[in-house]
């Protein structure tokens, strides 16, 4: 049975990605291989390690299926599955920094990733600077002869600041220093950083990949050149998956386009539907013509994922709009099927922003009736409305 390849549509490829039946029996999917020892055949094999498999940190049928099917989809030469998205952050940049190194890191980052970065790196002898995500080619003003590593994340967290990556692969690459992107937001489906000239490609398959809001992990895809680094750095950290959970991925993987187009339309929907509400100070969204990174997301970007936020005006609280949800969930993820709120701040952004004392909520807009969804957070303004009417212009 051929393959999907580059040559075929994304949901072609999202369907037949990964395993091949025929190599087991036929079954449509690959069997979940749950595995620490691997026998070998006799003692040449077993002191050489000469077979495919020989021990379940390094792999199984199953997980090779995912790292399989996300490589196809990156473009990248290989992939490493870790126990979640915050591994897929912190196994990179230690497998690609030492003491005395420099490393770059867009200061819109994941919070965690910021808590590794300042509580783990230091230790290790590392230097770590926060840049502006906006600058681009401007990069070139931060490094030092001993940076190794730029970290990127695009759209940025919370305020979905759009980076130009190419302008940064584009300096960071002759010089030999390892551009890293977290690239959750947009999914390989979305946008694609190794074809722009970045190296490492970073996912929390928890969100999207997995779809459903009930397993953990995180991958990690790479251009050929730097794969054996990346690979022996997963191995010696022993960051390895059970194939319950790559299983699980591999599942979320197969409706990921159909649910990406769902989540976008529904998405785009309630984002303007909230510009237009006199209890919104601001809509942060790429995918919105008014959003300052809309320029590069319709040139990077074939789409736009479901997670954005928006600032409250004064008179609009915050907790009550949050108690007054229903069909919204409280919780800080996204990427599954159901809706999700949550009270954000930029109290740990290095860099000042004008916005920074700004209430942000941040949702996440699930598979459900956008009417709901709408109807939902049109009661919730409401409620939240603490300003005398005079105070407050008349909700549109
Ligand atoms: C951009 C980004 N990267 C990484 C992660 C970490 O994923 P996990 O929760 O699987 O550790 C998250 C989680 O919210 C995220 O938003």
Redesign the pocket.
Known sequence: MAKADASHGPNTRLGHGGNDPMDYYGFVNPPVVRASTVLFLDARTLIAEDQKYNYGTHGTPTTDALCEAISGLEGAAGTVLVP??????SVPLLTFLSAGDHVLITDSV?G??RRFANEVLPRMGVTVEYFDPLLGADIARHLRPETRVVFL?TPG?NTFDMQDIPAIAAICRPRGIVTMV?N??ATPLYYRPLEQGVDIV?H????YLGGHSDV???TVSTNAQLWPRLYRGHMVLGMCVGSDDAYLILRGLRGLGRRLAVHQESTLAVARWLEGRDEVKRVYHPALETDPGHAIWKRDFSGAASLFSFSLRDGVDAHRLLNALSVFGLG???GGYESLAAKVNLADRTLKRADAEDTLIRLHIGLEDVEDLIADLERALIAARVAAPDDLPAAS
């Open positions: 979640s998205g915050l591994a897929a952050i994941y965690p990733t994340e967290s977290d959750t937001w970073i929390a398959a928890t969100k953990l992990m995180g800080y993820s996204y």
